[in-house]
């Protein structure tokens, strides 16, 4: 009876370790994707209320085993959606909350795709703590750091799936933008 109660817990342990869903896991894809961000605003001012967007992104597909070729199109990626992750870069701990944008097209193996004037982030969001702090009506500085500026660094990872139905996830790419009044 006592091997049967320590079994029990030990097998539930196991199933709940293998388990996994996690779709921003490690992808079974045979290519991965880079991120290439191309003419990306460095200073936003918070007081025109309009959305950050990134002039040009480049996507390039990699085929993983180097000597692998696709003729019948089956690792060509469609994609879905990509997520924006934000980070302070100034000390403060304030942050916004990541974003999820969807994104259409394909990126064929070994090629690429240009993506233009896509959003990192909404003009709500540049009206929202922490940056509303820096309104000059609401005295324009951060009240975390007393600088009158807010220093962001942000992740951009994209998610698609191949023809074939593998999940991919990109490369992140991660650059930093600072709010001015």
Known sequence: MKTRIFLLPALLLAAGLTACTNKAGTSESPVTITVNLKNQPLVV?????APVQIQEID????LKNANA?????????QLSYYTVVYSRRDGGKMIPAPETFAVGGTIPAGGNATLNNYPVMLASATQQSPFDQLLPFNGGIDQETGLNE???????????????GQRVQSESAISELIFQP
Do not use: E, K, M, R
């Open 45 to 49: 001012n918070v007081s025109a209320n």
């Open 59 to 62: 996507l390039l597909s990699h």
């Open 150 to 164: 807010i220093q962001i660094f942000y992740s951009l990872t994209f998610f698609g799936t191949t023809v074939s």
């Open 69 to 77: 070729t696709d003729p019948q199109g089956f690792a060509t990626v």
